[in-house]
């Protein structure tokens, strides 16, 4: 029986979705099943790494709710074989009407709890989506991936990762998150730490395909390394920050011994770059805006963990800021700087604090004449 709802399209995929759904922002439930527009990008992004990886392989949509991304990976992504499950059987309602209204072979529902369904089954490439933080739900996840797969997770509990609930940040996630200008990079990188501990307990370990803030949530896709040595390589790469808003002051140690104020985090790389040459934004629903963050991500300085921004570093030295695309340019006549996802006024840079302030006092239209038309 068709679910009542609505017919979108995205991609190049059509989805019934319920009538009444979120379109932006992180989305809440509306009626009994869960779709919210606004994630298409997130979507779109799946569609993007799967077509980059290039080979047949199966794949768990965990929470699939409407089924909108098994669906699209199953239409969009070539050598595809996906299974939808979600625990709610009205969700399965939407899943298998979607599946029909493609004409998906290479599709199939289930209406499991994911902590049986991965108990009994493994897969290539395993996404989870869960309402808020994807804590409870991720050591079965990494059971239900098999060998060298890849694991996908959204987390939507920005308040407690980027540290506006740091008492929750400690319970959820065993870190103690930062907060000001590198609250986003830092929420990114203990939700990966988090993910690298419970990997560790399975003798595996993790390198980051691509891991990014947009909008309301963290994401990050990690292909899974096998064995021990891999465990222990990747908790190697775990570390705490030092981080001053009043001086600016930024450092990182791995040092497990010395109080810290902040983390641990994942102080690894973000992005596997040479993947990131492989990925193409062709014909997605949000292409534009696809293709823009792409750039970003192969253009980041991922050997570089903290972030300054432009407003940070103008009310520190209480100077109007220049263009950000201007003052890249000018920067890298000193070192190397490129910009940040995770705010358009967000850089990372190889510049030392102390010579990158005198240049930005520099390059600040206050110390600069007008500049006669
Ligand atoms: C945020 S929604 C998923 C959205 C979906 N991935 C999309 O792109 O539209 C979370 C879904 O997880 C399902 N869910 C919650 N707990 C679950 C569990 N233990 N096993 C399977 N599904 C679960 C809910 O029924 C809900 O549909």
């Given at each position: 029986?068709?679910?009542?709802?609505?017919?979108?399209?995205?991609?190049?995929?059509?989805?019934?979705?319920?009538?009444?759904?979120?379109s932006?922002?992180?989305g809440?439930i509306?009626?009994t099943?869960f779709?919210?527009e606004q994630?298409?990008?997130?979507?779109?992004?799946?569609v993007?790494l799967?077509?980059?990886?290039?080979?047949?392989?199966?794949?768990a949509?965990a929470m699939a709710?409407?089924?909108?991304?098994?669906?699209?990976i199953?239409?969009?992504?070539?050598?595809t074989q996906?299974?939808?499950n979600?625990?709610s059987?009205d969700?399965?309602s939407?899943?298998n009407?979607?599946?029909?209204?493609?004409?998906?072979a290479?599709?199939?529902?289930?209406?499991?709890?994911?902590?049986?369904?991965?108990?009994?089954?493994?897969?290539?490439?395993?996404?989870?989506?869960p309402?808020?933080?994807?804590?409870?739900?991720?050591?079965?996840?990494?059971?239900?991936?098999?060998r060298?797969?890849i694991?996908?997770?959204t987390?939507t509990?920005?308040?407690p990762?980027?540290?506006?609930?740091?008492?929750?940040?400690?319970?959820?996630y065993?870190?103690?998150?930062v907060?000001?200008?590198?609250?986003?990079e830092?929420g990114?990188?203990?939700?990966?730490?988090?993910?690298a501990?419970?990997l560790?307990?399975?003798d595996?370990?993790m390198k980051p395909?691509l891991s990014?803030?947009?909008?309301?949530?963290?994401?990050t896709?990690?292909?899974?390394?096998?064995?021990?040595?891999?465990?222990?390589?990747?908790?190697?790469?775990?570390?705490?920050?030092q981080?001053?808003m009043?001086?600016l002051?930024?450092?990182?140690?791995?040092?497990k011994?010395r109080?810290?104020?902040?983390?641990?985090f994942?102080?690894?790389?973000?992005?596997?770059g040479?993947f990131l040459?492989?990925m193409?934004?062709?014909?997605?629903?949000e292409?534009?805006?696809?293709?823009?963050?792409?750039?970003?991500?192969?253009?980041?300085?991922?050997?570089?963990?903290?972030?300054?921004?432009?407003s940070?570093?103008?009310?520190h030295?209480?100077?109007?800021?220049?263009?950000?695309?201007?003052?890249?340019?000018?920067?890298?006549?000193?070192?190397?700087a490129?910009?940040?996802?995770?705010?358009?006024?967000s850089?990372?840079?190889?510049?030392?604090?102390?010579?990158?302030?005198p240049?930005?006092?520099?390059?600040?239209?206050?110390?600069?004449?007008?500049q006669?038309?």
């Amino acid at each position: 029986m068709i679910p009542p709802g609505t017919k979108i399209r995205e991609g190049r995929t059509d989805i019934i979705v319920p009538e009444d759904h979120s379109s932006h922002g992180p989305g809440t439930i509306k009626g009994t099943v869960f779709f919210n527009e606004q994630m298409a990008f997130n979507r779109d992004v799946s569609v993007m790494l799967l077509r980059a990886v290039g080979r047949d392989m199966t794949v768990a949509d965990a929470m699939a709710a409407t089924g909108s991304r098994s669906v699209r990976i199953a239409n969009e992504v070539p050598g595809t074989q996906v299974t939808a499950n979600d625990i709610s059987a009205d969700a399965v309602s939407y899943i298998n009407a979607n599946i029909e209204l493609n004409g998906l072979a290479n599709c199939v529902s289930s209406n499991m709890n994911m902590h049986s369904l991965f108990a009994e089954h493994a897969y290539d490439y395993v996404d989870l989506d869960p309402f808020g933080s994807p804590v409870p739900f991720v050591q079965s996840a990494i059971r239900g991936c098999r060998r060298k797969g890849i694991l996908a997770v959204t987390a939507t509990d920005t308040a407690p990762l980027a540290g506006a609930h740091a008492v929750k940040c400690r319970r959820r996630y065993q870190s103690e998150p930062v907060r000001g200008y590198m609250c986003h990079e830092g929420g990114l990188r203990i939700l990966m730490c988090s993910i690298a501990r419970e990997l560790a307990k399975f003798d595996r370990g993790m390198k980051p395909m691509l891991s990014f803030y947009a909008d309301h949530y963290f994401r990050t896709y990690i292909r899974i390394e096998e064995g021990a040595e891999a465990a222990d390589r990747a908790l190697q790469k775990l570390g705490y920050m030092q981080y001053d808003m009043d001086t600016l002051a930024r450092s990182v140690s791995y040092d497990k011994d010395r109080e810290h104020p902040y983390g641990p985090f994942w102080l690894g790389p973000l992005h596997d770059g040479e993947f990131l040459s492989r990925m193409d934004p062709s014909g997605l629903a949000e292409e534009k805006r696809a293709s823009k963050y792409l750039g970003l991500w192969r253009g980041e300085i991922d050997t570089e963990v903290f972030v300054y921004d432009m407003s940070e570093l103008s009310s520190h030295l209480k100077m109007s800021p220049p263009k950000i695309d201007d003052f890249m340019v000018f920067l890298n006549e000193h070192g190397h700087a490129a910009k940040s996802h995770v705010c358009p006024s967000s850089f990372k840079t190889d510049i030392a604090l102390e010579d990158l302030l005198p240049l930005y006092r520099e390059f600040s239209p206050d110390s600069r004449p007008a500049q006669s038309i």
